[in-house]
């Protein structure tokens, strides 16, 4: 069955240090990708997604994601923190079923920043 | 940017009251979904909604749920008589297609507390 883990529950860093948010799927076929965000009130943000090709992709805000099919990975990444950056973060995967796709979506990881 | 617009934000009701949850999808999005989240735990798929008939529900989505897309705008998720357990937010979402390469855009939320 599809699954999507995110090891990490909550993580801190601070603002400017660089981030890497962890991710590993579980699907049979190709998977499509996708990271949201959820800020405190608000809705499920895309930050970005993986269909095919490059497997570093860019998304809005400054944060990119690597596919790594040898992992069955797609971690999250950006280089400098900044405070609006606290928020809930979701890994998900597009899951196939009898033609029509459904998001499977990993635990989220609550990411803090320190000022 | 076309938004996915919820209502009410937030609900609050006694347990057996019947519920509608609505939601106003991008206009040319043709597919319609809804998520819940319980508080601490994962997003997850309910049912999602085409040419006014479900396509596809999970088993959370039992004879106590209905959907219905009453008019050429909303899209409303009813309970027909609330549990404890149904307390969470709910998230609604629409695509232009199905294909995995179709992103969801979803709307705020609307959190309900069933007392």
């Known amino acids: 069955a599809q699954s999507v883990t995110q090891p990490d529950i909550h993580i801190t860093v601070s603002e400017g240090a660089s981030l890497e948010l962890r991710c590993n799927y579980s699907?049979?076929?190709?998977?499509?990708l996708f990271w949201y965000v959820q800020s405190p009130g608000q809705g499920l943000q895309l930050l970005l997604k993986?269909?095919?090709?490059?497997?570093l992709v860019q998304g809005i805000k400054g944060f990119e994601a690597e596919f790594k099919r040898s992992q069955s990975s797609f971690n999250l990444r950006k280089p400098s923190v900044h405070w609006s950056d606290a928020a809930e973060y979701f890994c998900a995967v597009a899951a196939f079923s009898g033609g029509y796709n459904k998001l499977i979506f990993g635990a989220g990881t609550r990411l803090a920043v320190h000022p | 940017e076309p938004e996915v617009t919820q209502t009410p934000s937030h609900q609050v009701t006694q347990m057996g009251q019947e519920v509608i949850l609505r939601c106003v999808p991008i206009?040319?999005?043709?597919?319609f979904y809804w998520y819940r989240q319980i508080l601490g735990q994962k997003v997850e798929f309910l049912v999602s909604f085409y040419n006014n008939e479900i396509s596809e529900k999970s088993e959370i989505f039992d004879d106590q749920f209905s959907v219905e897309r009453p008019d050429g705008s909303n899209f409303t998720l009813k309970i027909r008589s609330t549990k404890l357990e149904d307390s969470a937010m709910y998230f609604c979402?629409?695509?232009?297609?199905?294909?995995?390469?179709?992103?969801?855009?979803f709307g705020a939320g609307s959190r309900l507390t069933v007392l």
């Open positions: 699907y049979g076929a190709t998977p499509y």
């Open positions: 993986y269909f095919s090709g490059d497997t």
């Open positions: 979402a629409s695509s232009e297609g199905v294909s995995g390469a179709n992103v969801l855009t």
């Open positions: 206009s040319n999005h043709l597919y």
